[in-house]
């Protein structure tokens, strides 16, 4: 089983890894609270079996060439680039160009980010390591993933792509990042999935927005067919920051996404946006909160998916207005479109609501494509296969078009064309 | 009319408030098998009975109490629960006349129509109290079209061949911890058969009402429209004021064969606790039907009692064309907790359903709606639409919607809407500037808000639930 698995290996590997975390802790919290149960309602779809009864090692190893990493287009963006193979950290390839001393970038788990301030006030301060499983892994293993610290009044020049390779066999690899910025700084960050091979990733980013902050963040998942992800994201605002979070998720047999925010104080906007599109066997599951803690916030969300073959999708969003969260507007929608038979939809749109002056809605769809759409269209002389074509890919964009990096949404959006032709 | 139902609720204390002085044929507290063998015996049951009877207890006895919903209470102690109580007058009467002037009294005063139902004509009662059918009205009129409508004891021994067919076959003994345990130890109910091809002219009707102190109801409705009938059937409680939390699990059964139509409404007023949360009843309710080819079943619901409401009426849409509807209001106020919803569970082709869900809450409450949307494999173009909205009012009070979708036919369409405010300052503004007081315009506002569900009520009920409806939203306002 790949508990005991990596209980044991924490054993021999501890001295490898970076010290200055709080990794014994971690690992004793795994061992108590294990992989998180099916009875568990927010894993209740969603079968981690293939996961947690695997052979999945966390040693793994890394040998990178340049030429491989040009392949991927993300990598020659006109954008800084830190990658990460097989879960380190490779600062040869890693092209950071910073001249300004108030933006702090590089690899989370060099020793000198790791004494900073920043990293001590911080790190591990909006996960809950000792409830779930695969965060308590990912702060015993982790080794590598970007830091950004954005001092007051700064900005992040051009955008930030966190290019996660992973090529190797049967092995779970840890990406750990974190992302702070301080009063109304500013910054684009993009998390770039790609793997080969029959392997696990398994990610945590913290955000930390402070006073009138802004953050775009992307997480763009092209894992292979073999490949198994399991993410959280954890953010947390504060007064008048705005986020706009955007996920697009079609790699991969498996992919579990968590995203949070606690919105902590007055006039934040919230944004999570998310396009997901599985088929043949592949699974997705998304699951977000939107915590409006304080009053007079915003949040929306809008995910949307496509399904096809043998392809399963979760979809659970909850928005929490606690009791002080007056005057909170929050708003989701998700809409999924069934084209097989054999493909399946779950959704599980929540609101929970203790506050009594607020404007709260939810909508959830799954359908299919509407034929009189069709018929309009082959009415002008366009073909069948084109006009669902032409469909599928305006409901996507909606999505798509939110990535605020143009690069990365033309590259996306390519993307999209390729998966929409197959 | 039905514009003065929520209207009324705008008054003091629960009106409903007194206990009867009957003598009581009661059983000590707890629960073991001969206990079921007491209730079974009693009731001059036939063994197939008992023996269903004892599979279900022995059932849940492996069963733990679930936890999922979104209520909170103290354990409940099923062995300090009275488990058999009956009025002693158990002989046939034949004429009003003939009823325990104590229980016409009662009646009268909740403003049941056995004294007027020579006006309100067309409505045959099965009232209940506590445990045992006392009368059962206009039983001749209807047994002329071959309807059978009487209380489940009676069922049981002139109609076992229905009763053993139907009953379990929606909810079987095995379903849930709280049905189970009403399969185990269910006292009384109704009954209700409607032959082929025949329309009920009557709004059938049963008046449940807990009496005894400490007793459980563990009722249990059956009813069945056989191909192309139809029937209406309207269920109402009301229960005395007591201190002790009274436990409530219920179980009804609908089957509505090919072509046939079930509209079933209940207006539920139970005992909802005092101002601080003592008290009230602990209802916990399996509702749930399954439709034939063509066939429909629709839910209306009014819930304002209970302090706790665990409820689902579920529709199984399992033949082609059939219709599932939900409509309900569940207001909440003080430190009531409700959690209700429904399942539309679609298997049949070109099945639709809808789910309208108005929830209100007030004071202290929680109001939560649960649902869920199954499409299976073989659902094509299978249609529904759900829409669930909050009013909230107050900021001590929660409203939380917990929709589930699962969805598995690509010709599937499903919809779900949902939406939490609070009543707007400009719209309480707008009725003030017309000569419209504060707490009038929030009744009219609540009324408006709640329309699309009470329109759904028969019209014979529209009156009763006018009377039944009486929690206080007086004082949440502001």
Request: some cysteine; hydrophobic content about 35%; glycine content about 6%.
């Amino acid at each position: 089983m790949l508990k005991e698995k990596l209980i044991s290996e924490y054993k021999e590997l501890e001295r490898s890894l970076s010290t200055g975390i709080a990794r014994d802790e971690a690992i004793a919290a795994f061992e108590r609270a294990g992989f998180p149960a099916k009875k568990n309602e927010e894993w209740r779809f969603t079968n981690i079996a293939p996961i947690t009864g695997g052979s999945f090692s966390a040693r793994t190893e890394s040998s990178i060439d340049k030429k491989k990493l040009e392949k991927y287009p993300e990598y020659n963006f006109d954008a800084t680039v830190i990658v990460i193979h097989n879960g380190h950290y490779n600062n040869e390839l890693s092209k950071i160009v910073n001249k300004d001393k108030n933006v702090i970038l590089g690899n989370l788990f060099d020793p000198k980010n790791i004494k900073s301030d920043t990293f001590k006030n911080n790190f591990g301060k909006s996960v809950n390591t000792a409830f779930d499983g695969f965060t308590a892994v990912n702060t015993s293993f982790a080794n590598a993933g970007a830091f950004v610290h954005v001092k007051k009044n700064a900005r992040l020049e051009k955008p930030l792509i966190v290019l996660n390779i992973n090529d190797s066999n049967d092995t779970i690899s840890n990406t750990r990042n974190l992302i702070v910025l301080e009063d109304n700084a500013y910054a684009d960050v993009s998390e770039i999935y790609y793997s080969e091979n029959k392997n696990v990733s398994n990610s945590v980013t913290e955000i930390f927005l402070s006073e009138n902050s802004e953050l775009h963040h992307n997480k763009i998942q092209n894992d292979g067919p073999d490949s198994y992800h399991v993410g959280t994201t954890s953010v947390h605002q504060e007064k008048s920051s705005r986020l706009f979070s955007n996920v697009i998720s079609w790699g991969g047999v498996f992919i579990r996404n968590n995203l949070n925010s606690l919105l902590g104080a007055s006039g934040i906007d919230c944004y999570f946006r998310g396009f997901y599109l599985a088929k043949d066997n592949q699974f997705i599951d998304n699951h977000t909160l939107a915590d409006h803690a304080m009053p007079a916030s915003h949040s929306n969300e809008l995910y949307r998916g496509i399904l096809n073959g043998n392809g399963s999708a979760v979809f659970n969003g909850k928005i929490m207005v606690r009791k002080d969260a007056q005057k909170t507007n929050a708003y989701q929608t998700n809409n999924n479109i069934l084209l097989s038979d054999d493909a399946s939809a779950n959704a599980k749109p929540q609101l929970e609501i203790f506050a009594d002056d607020v404007k709260c809605s939810h909508g959830a769809t799954t359908g299919q494509i509407d034929e009189e759409e069709i018929f309009y269209l082959r009415s002008r002389g366009i073909g069948e296969t084109e006009a669902r074509k032409l469909l599928l890919s305006a409901f996507a964009h909606q999505v798509i078009d939110e990535i605020a990096f143009t690069q990365l949404k033309e590259r996306v959006a390519a993307l999209l064309d390729e998966k929409l032709s197959s | 009319m039905n514009d003065d139902i929520i209207l009324n609720k705008i008054s003091g204390d629960y009106e409903w408030g007194f206990t009867t002085d009957i003598d009581m044929e009661t059983l000590p507290k707890g629960l073991n098998e001969d206990v079921i063998k007491f209730i079974s015996r009693k009731k001059n049951e036939p063994a197939f009975m008992l023996e269903w009877r004892l599979k279900a207890y022995k059932h849940w006895l492996t069963l733990e109490e679930p936890d999922w919903a979104n209520i909170h209470h103290p354990p409940i102690n099923y062995q300090d629960v009275i488990y058999y109580a009956a009025p002693k007058t158990e002989k046939k009467l034949n004429s009003l006349e003939e009823l325990d002037p104590k229980i016409k009294e009662t009646y009268e005063k909740l403003g049941i129509p056995l004294v007027e139902q020579q006006f309100l004509a067309g409505v045959a009662v099965d009232a209940v109290m506590d445990s045992v059918s006392v009368i059962t009205t206009y039983r001749e009129k209807l047994s002329d079209l071959g309807i059978i409508f009487c209380s489940i004891s009676e069922a049981v021994k002139e109609h076992p061949e229905l009763v053993k067919k139907y009953l379990g076959s929606v909810v079987p003994y095995s379903d849930n911890f709280f049905a189970t345990l009403n399969s185990a130890v269910f006292s009384d109910g109704s009954f209700v058969y409607i032959p082929k091809g025949v329309r009920c002219p009557m709004e059938l009707s049963t008046y449940f009402r807990i009496n005894a102190a400490n007793t459980g109801q563990f009722e249990r409705t059956l009813i069945i429209a056989d191909e192309g009938a139809y029937v209406s059937y309207l269920e109402g409680c009301t229960a005395p004021m007591r201190d002790e939390n009274q436990l409530h699990a219920a179980v009804v059964e609908l089957i509505a064969l090919d072509n046939a139509e079930i509209k079933y409404s209940t207006v539920q007023n139970w005992y909802p606790g005092d101002k601080d949360g003592k008290g009230g009843i602990y209802n916990f309710v399996t509702k749930r039907g399954i439709c034939g080819e063509n066939a429909k079943i629709s839910w209306t619901q009014v819930e304002t009692g209970s302090a706790i409401t665990w409820k689902y009426p579920s529709v199984i849409l399992k033949g082609d064309n059939s219709i599932g509807e939900f409509y309900s209001v569940a207001l909440t106020n003080n430190y009531q907790q409700a959690d209700t919803g429904t399942k539309m569970i679609h298997i049949g082709k070109n099945t639709k359903s809808r789910i309208v869900s108005k929830g209100i809450s007030a004071g202290f409450s929680q109001n939560s709606y649960r649902g869920l949307v199954r499409v299976g494999k073989n659902a094509v173009n299978a249609r529904n639409f759900s829409q669930c909205d909050s009013l909230l009012m107050g900021d001590k009070c929660g409203a939380h919607t917990f929709p589930y979708f699962d969805i598995k036919n690509k010709k599937a369409t499903v919809e779900h809407e949902a939406t939490t405010s609070k009543i707007g300052e400009d719209i309480i503004f707008y009725c003030n500037q017309r000569g419209i007081s504060e707490e009038d315009a929030v009744a009219l506002i609540v009324n408006g808000y709640a329309k699309e569900v009470l329109n759904q009520l028969p019209m014979e009920f529209a009156v009763e639930a006018q009377k039944l409806l009486a929690i206080s939203l007086e004082g949440s306002v502001g």
